[in-house]
């Protein structure tokens, strides 16, 4: 049965010393794609340098990560437009609003997110969804832009029946889910019970949040059987069907070529 990493940043030079490896083991594990959501302008080249060398493989985002944004933000946000126009791009992403790090940029932030939602709209592509202490904004630009009309997930959901409570109602909304539900104390595992399979994706955000029992260490897509592992315990199910049902969704939302990945067991 096979997986998809629908989050990972393999293309960072995290990986510049061994990232054939990495992969070479990922697809071991059972990892048929990897998403790759972009970061900013300087991330573009390495993205699209790794998707030509694997392009049955990894399929990448495009867009401006929240904390990229700063002052300098008009000629950022056109650089990754005029990306969009030179070749396929799978979702915009990663995309979204951080409250984390800093909110001196909030105005800028938002009015990034806001535009890059309407590419979304424009170009009918999914979003992929950065909400670091910020669902609340988040959905409020959301909203605003047209909610009924977007589709896509919100990436590395924090996990709190509240924030669930508050994306149930966008039918066209995905949660994914890393590694923090194998993490000792979060509240995720609690959540997932209220969450329909048929709503979550799986994801490994490498070389960030690896999963127990590789914490602390760097993360890499075949530490995502750890991550269905858990999510397979939080359901009472096996793992054959957790990777079933969200292989399946990873396939509803994002427009991958599947030529290459084994579907006889659907």
Known sequence: ?????????????????????????????GVCAVLLPNENAESIKAINELSDKEPDFAFPMMGLHPTSVNAGYIKELKTIESALTKRTYFAIGEIGIDLYWSKNYLKEQKLVFEEQLRWSIDMRLPVAIHIRESLDEALDSMYKVGSDRLRGVFHCFGGTLREWNKIVDLPSFYIGIGGIVTFK?????????HIPIERVLLETDAPY????????????????????????????????????????????????????????AF
């Open 1 to 29: 049965m096979k997986i998809i990493d629908t989050h990972s940043h393999i293309y960072s030079k995290e990986f510049d010393n061994d990232r054939s490896e990495i992969i070479n083991t990922a697809k071991k594990a």
């Open 209 to 264: 949040l690896a999963p127990v029992p590789h914490r602390g260490k760097r993360n890499e897509p075949s530490y995502i059987i750890e991550i269905a592992k858990k999510v397979a315990e939080c359901y009472k199910t096996t793992i054959e069907s957790v990777k079933k049902h969200t292989f399946q969704n990873s396939l509803n939302l994002f427009n991958i070529p599947i030529n290459n990945i084994d579907t006889e």
């Open 185 to 193: 104390k979060n509240e995720l595992k609690e959540t997932l019970g």
